[in-house]
């Protein structure tokens, strides 16, 4: 039996201190271009929707030499590489779908 959450249940366990994952997006000149401009929108709207962007720690920093496999993005501890637009949605909705 599948068991579906309601939206006050979600909120009630975010507000019960679970562990949110954390998001760093490359904000280097590489991966900002190919596509995390785009990608850090996404994510503030995606957050904000939710009502997690109180919860979740959004910050920029740089990959560090791995630009030619750009865009990057830092999930929790999973860091991916050549992150779409396309590619980003079904990986937030893998991170945060419980919440």
């Known amino acids: 039996m599948i068991r579906v959450r309601s939206e006050d249940s979600r909120r009630q366990k975010l507000a019960q201190g679970d562990d949110v994952p954390g998001i760093f997006v490359c904000m280097g000149k590489s991966c900002y271009v190919r596509g995390n401009q785009e990608n850090l929108v996404y994510i503030e709207v995606f957050l904000k929707q939710r009502g ?48």
């Open 52 to 99: 997690l962007d109180v919860r979740v720690d959004l910050r920029g920093k740089r990959c560090g030499r791995s630009c030619e496999t750009g865009p990057h993005i830092a999930i929790g501890n999973a860091v991916y590489g050549g992150v779409t637009l396309v590619r980003l949605k079904g990986l937030l909705e893998k991170h945060y779908a419980c919440m």
